[in-house]
């Protein structure tokens, strides 16, 4: 069974499509060694501030392969894409979705390549797919490969399948791709490249300036205090413990003495008054 990125499925993710292909690719044990990253966002897509590929499969000596997912049926009219779902909504498509699988492809093997460490294998297989599941597409054009199909009919196979296929046939268009790779350590350094293990600590600086800021706006609640007690007779000053009332308290009555005036400084706790 494959690694999934993340480990289970976004239930934020409302494509009833790229569920169903997400427990496939779990469960498959052909799928064994693999990795494979759903929603993968792209900071850059071609001439687009960003994008994003449904999956990317990474396939031991294989390659890395980019899963368009369309659920419902699909059809393309006048040029036009569109889908409907399985509430009977259509929405038209700006594009094909072989032209995003495609867009997606290169974007996603732009950002492998620029970010790449020193010894990083090159020539490695880059590809990409359409998945309808719910419908058989039997449709042909110039714009994509039959291969480049992963259909309903395909599905009654394994998905592991379905890839190894589309893995071959993209190799056959790349004569001089490594035949071993990508190994387990590309695997792994392509695992960091897309989606990289990271924790953000807070650093010891960070937390004095936070605390150092938060004396400060205590500090100012407490001049605003002390100007309340000046102006009235009787105050009734309540916070939770470590607050500062006795500071206030041993300011104001050293203010008090200060100017003269008889004071008196009560502390119910004995330690604390000594």
């Not at 199909?149 to 268009?173: F, G, N, T, W, Y």
Request: hydrophobic content about 40%; some cysteine.
């Amino acid at each position: 069974m494959a690694k999934m990125l993340p480990a289970q499925f976004d239930v934020s993710t409302a494509s009833a499509a790229e569920r169903k292909l997400f427990d496939l690719l779990k469960s498959d044990p052909g799928t064994k060694d693999w990795i494979v990253l759903h929603s993968l966002g792209l900071s850059r897509r071609g001439l687009k501030p960003y994008g994003e590929i449904d999956f990317v499969v990474l396939i031991p000596a294989e390659g890395i392969f980019c899963l368009e997912v369309k659920g419902g049926r699909i059809a393309c009219r006048n040029g036009e894409w569109e889908t409907t779902n399985r509430f009977g909504q259509t929405g038209k498509l700006n594009r094909s979705p072989f032209l995003q699988a495609r867009e997606g492809m290169f974007a996603l093997r732009d950002a492998v390549l620029k970010r790449a460490p020193k010894g990083f294998p090159t020539g490695l297989v880059f590809g990409y797919a359409v998945a309808t599941l719910d419908v058989s597409f039997p449709a042909q054009s110039p714009e994509w490969e039959s291969w480049q199909v992963i259909d309903r009919d395909v599905l009654k196979k394994p998905i592991s399948d379905a890839l190894r296929h589309l893995a071959h046939e993209q190799r056959k268009l790349h004569s001089n791709a490594p035949a071993t790779e990508p190994k387990a350590a590309t695997l792994r350094i392509l695992q960091q490249l897309l989606r990289p293990d990271f924790e953000v600590v807070v650093t010891r600086g960070t937390q004095i300036e936070e605390t150092e800021l938060q004396l400060l706006h205590l500090t100012e609640e407490q001049f605003v205090t002390l100007d309340t007690l000046a102006d009235n007779e009787r105050c009734l000053v309540e916070g939770a413990a470590g607050t500062g009332k006795t500071m206030l308290a041993l300011e104001y009555a050293r203010r008090s003495a200060t100017a003269g005036r008889r004071t008196l400084l009560i502390c119910f706790n004995r330690l604390l008054g000594d």
